[in-house]
């Protein structure tokens, strides 16, 4: 909500007009304003040139400007300040258009009163302010993709893969983007019609797409900096049944949501074993993620540990779509996904982020997978 004193910027050549809003104003209970009173177009660019404003009031018939000509040159000199448009009766779909094109409301001139001028005043504030704070967090976002881009690229000699690399990132950051834009839209467009439930909802839309491209954008800097040799592994002893079992646990909602059942097979006690905790969890999650995700509902995921002389051999089975011959090529690249995914969501980052764990562990892994019938992932840790 706004905290401080209001100061406005009328644009109005009926002087009757303009010292009637001005009265309103001064009536005003819950806010304080300052009002700048301007009577032509011109004069009103110089005074956004040498001050600031909170807000503008903008007749749209004004003797040295005519219709949304006004509103269209003060957007581009002072694109930050919220526009409320002033309009006759009989120009409301000139309003309606002045909106659609970037102010934040109109007023009806006849229809103003105390009540509705702070309101839209204030609204028109609050609702610029919620776009501006979205335009910077689109850019930083932008900013932190070619940040993460230019990280991984650095290390790959191949153009192509660049190229390629930059047009999938695009697409699956390009979803959760419209998505924003899109509740965004629907906020600053539909407000007054919105019920509280409604706008709840948009809300949680954006939140879970801004989530999403933080998720997508944090695997990117993984690959990147694993890939620019900058991938530290601080070996400490874990307990691989117990880590096992606790993310299991941790996993219970979607696996109760696919009504997926999960078998363990530890045959042998186990000691534990020198890891870096923090990759092994993101082994065993992709893995076990993509086996939950991939099975078809009521199927069943077996993990399995097997201790040898020299190694520790972690295993995770599940009956699922299965992965073609074809795609088994490319399945430790980054974004590559398998054709029959379907509407499956995933990056396709999942794997390509295991590989690197397992290769700073010098470790191996293998996959064995049939279309129709299931996966077996196979990851063999030596014994340090």
Do not use: W
């Amino acid at each position: 909500m706004l905290g401080h004193s209001v100061t406005i910027l009328l644009i109005e050549d009926n002087i009757a007009e303009a010292r009637l809003l001005q009265e309103y104003l001064q009536q005003a209970e819950s806010k304080q304003f300052s009002l700048v009173h301007v009577k032509r177009l011109g004069d009103a660019l110089n005074a956004l040139r040498h001050n600031n404003y909170d807000v503008i009031l903008l007749d749209l018939t004004l003797p040295d400007s005519q219709g949304l000509s006004s509103l269209s040159l003060l957007i581009e000199q002072s694109p930050s300040i919220p526009i409320v448009v002033l309009t006759n009766t009989n120009d409301e779909d000139l309003a309606i258009e002045a909106v659609r094109q970037g102010a934040q409301d109109y007023l009806v001139k006849r229809q103003v009163n105390v009540h509705v001028l702070v309101r839209a005043l204030c609204y028109a504030i609050e609702r610029k302010q919620t776009l501006e704070s979205l335009r910077i967090l689109n850019k930083s976002l932008e900013n932190r993709v070619e940040e993460s881009t230019a990280e991984l690229v650095k290390a790959q000699e191949i153009n192509q893969f660049k190229s390629d690399f930059v047009s999938m990132f695009s697409h699956d950051i390009r979803n959760p983007l419209n998505t924003i834009l899109l509740a965004a839209g629907l906020l600053q467009d539909n407000e007054e019609k919105l019920s509280q439930e409604k706008k709840h909802s948009h809300f949680q839309m954006i939140r879970s797409a801004i989530k999403n491209m933080a998720q997508l954008l944090d695997e990117v800097s993984f690959i990147g900096k694993a890939d620019a040799g900058r991938l530290q592994c601080d070996l400490v002893a874990v307990d691989l049944e117990a880590f096992c079992r606790q993310l299991v646990e941790e996993s219970q909602l979607v696996i109760k949501d696919k009504q997926i059942k999960v078998i363990f097979n530890f045959p042998q006690p186990l000691e534990p074993i020198l890891l870096d905790e923090s990759l092994f969890r993101h082994i065993l999650a992709n893995l076990l993620g993509n086996a939950i995700k991939y099975s078809h509902p009521g199927g069943q995921v077996k993990l399995e540990l097997f201790n040898q002389e020299k190694t520790v051999t972690l295993k995770i089975q599940d009956s699922g779509i299965g992965i073609s011959i074809e795609d088994q090529k490319q399945l430790f690249q980054p974004f590559h996904r398998g054709d029959n995914v379907g509407g499956i969501s995933g990056t396709g980052l999942g794997l390509a982020i295991v590989k690197k764990c397992v290769d700073a562990h010098e470790g191996e892994i293998f996959v064995d997978s049939e279309v129709g019938v299931g996966t077996t992932v196979t990851v063999i840790f030596p014994k340090i």
